[in-house]
């Protein structure tokens, strides 16, 4: 039976195959998935940003380098993250994405839980890779999820919504992991926000339903079959406005997340403030700055403004090049209350860009690339994030430092070199605006993907 279509709606035959892809779309069942989702979000940015909330204590106690520090507590859960999401993600295009979540949150959640009973620098090291290997499966598998429960023009605000879990994960991994490691000590927090993911993994594999593929797509039966990793990598290659879009995600990634990500140990040294402190204060900025602007974003990607892929882009490059600025001020304000305006001001920049970036990839690769096409955005942003971030500041540190040691003078420095990056970010926002074709689509040389300009 083939589909009809009236005005923007799609009329589908009635058969029980298309009763359920109706309900998928219309009803209550894909909210609740988006939801669930949501949720495995805030506890995989929990479960990987509590450890920059007690970055400091777990260096005096075990006798470490700003340099090893950066290496153990980023860089080795994004090495691993790495070389283990390319093939997770391309199971996730052709297997069950339930399964491959649950799986993935109920493995990092226990390795989170590991970290609070770490003696040496080795366990530490291996219980962290050990989450990386688990976070590396859930984010492709639950965004390809999404992308099936919601139709073409709908998708840049579900991942939208779907990134509310952003500012919710990291305001728990801050503010939560803050006081309890005040109270109880850093290996504390690893249990607190270790456990929630446990029973959430079982939520995930009994109330989740694998959705049908590709159904609510114009193009579904040509995009339905799998497509190898190595033609998903090919076809980003050649598509200069995809490669634009994801190195501007990654380097704003690098920039702000790698800020947020040493800013906890710049407080304590710079300031004189507590770990549950510290925590408290950007907590409440990560939920209420962060949140507010996840959600300015999923009401603005709904406006016809917006519809247009080349609107978003540029309205990315402008937020991420002036939130640069007061990312630059913040280190050098000479009170706690100042620094903390200015991650006020920097930090809503850093969430709104991940669900419009996300919805556009999702609409410009076809239906059995988008978990392969997720995994390798964020893999890129944790590679930046994880990897280059922490060890590069670390680094750098350490060589302003010198022979006296890491410092608050030392670590501002390394952070200084880090914030110019902003720029070079929204200069790829605006390079991949540049890259679309006149019909608002990232023609590739192959056949033209389904984008929002195409899919009203």
Do not use: K
């Amino acid at each position: 039976m083939g589909r009809a279509v009236r005005g923007d709606e799609e009329v589908l035959p009635e058969t029980v195959a298309g009763a359920e892809v109706r309900a998928d779309r219309d009803g209550p069942r894909r909210w609740y998935v988006l939801g669930v989702m949501l949720l495995v979000y805030a506890i995989n940015i929990a479960d990987r940003y509590v450890v920059s909330t007690v970055l400091e204590p777990i260096r005096l106690e075990l006798h470490l380098s700003d340099a090893a520090v950066g290496l153990l507590t980023g860089a080795a859960l994004a090495l691993f993250y790495v070389t283990v999401s390319l093939p997770v993600s391309a199971l996730a295009d052709r297997g069950n994405r339930r399964n491959i979540v649950a799986v993935s949150l109920l493995l990092w959640s226990a390795m989170t839980v590991a970290c609070g009973f770490v003696r040496n620098f080795w366990q530490l090291l291996v219980a962290r890779i050990g989450v990386g290997v688990g976070e590396s499966g859930a984010t492709p598998a639950s965004t390809a999820l999404i992308g099936d429960r919601f139709r073409p023009a709908e998708r840049p605000m579900a991942m939208t919504v779907f990134t509310l879990g952003a500012p919710l994960g990291a305001w728990l991994g801050s503010d939560l992991a803050g006081r309890v490691a005040d109270a109880h000590g850093w290996r504390g927090a690893f249990l607190a926000l270790g456990a929630p993911g446990l029973v959430l993994g079982l939520v995930v594999f009994l109330t989740v339903r694998e959705p049908r593929r590709a159904a609510l797509d114009p193009e579904a039966p040509a995009q339905a079959e799998s497509i190898p990793l190595r033609r998903t990598l090919a076809r980003i290659w050649r598509n200069r406005a995809v490669m634009h879009l994801m190195a501007a995600g990654a380097l704003s990634a690098l920039w702000g997340w790698g800020l947020i990500w040493w800013a906890p140990a710049y407080f304590v040294r710079a300031f004189g403030l507590t770990v549950g402190q510290v925590g408290a204060s950007l907590g409440a900025a990560h939920l209420v700055a962060g949140a507010g602007v996840t959600l300015l974003a999923s009401w603005a990607m709904g406006l016809r403004v917006f519809r247009a892929s080349r609107n978003i882009l540029w309205t990315l490059a402008a937020l991420t090049a002036i939130s640069t600025v007061p990312s630059i001020l913040m280190l050098f304000a000479r009170t706690p209350v100042g620094a903390l305006a200015m991650i006020w001001a920097f930090l809503p920049a850093i969430y709104f860009y991940i669900g419009p970036s996300i919805g556009l990839l999702q609409n410009w690769v076809p239906p059995a690339m988008r978990a392969q096409t997720t995994a390798i955005s964020v893999l890129m942003g944790n590679v930046t994030n994880l990897v280059v971030a922490p060890v590069a500041v670390g680094v750098l540190s350490d060589a302003f430092a010198g022979v006296s040691g890491a410092s608050a003078s030392s670590l501002r420095w390394a952070m200084a070199v880090l914030a110019l990056t902003g720029f070079w970010a929204a200069w790829h926002y605006w390079a991949a605006a540049r890259a679309l074709r006149t019909d608002g689509t990232p023609g590739d040389g192959g056949r033209p993907s389904v984008d929002r300009d195409a899919a009203q």
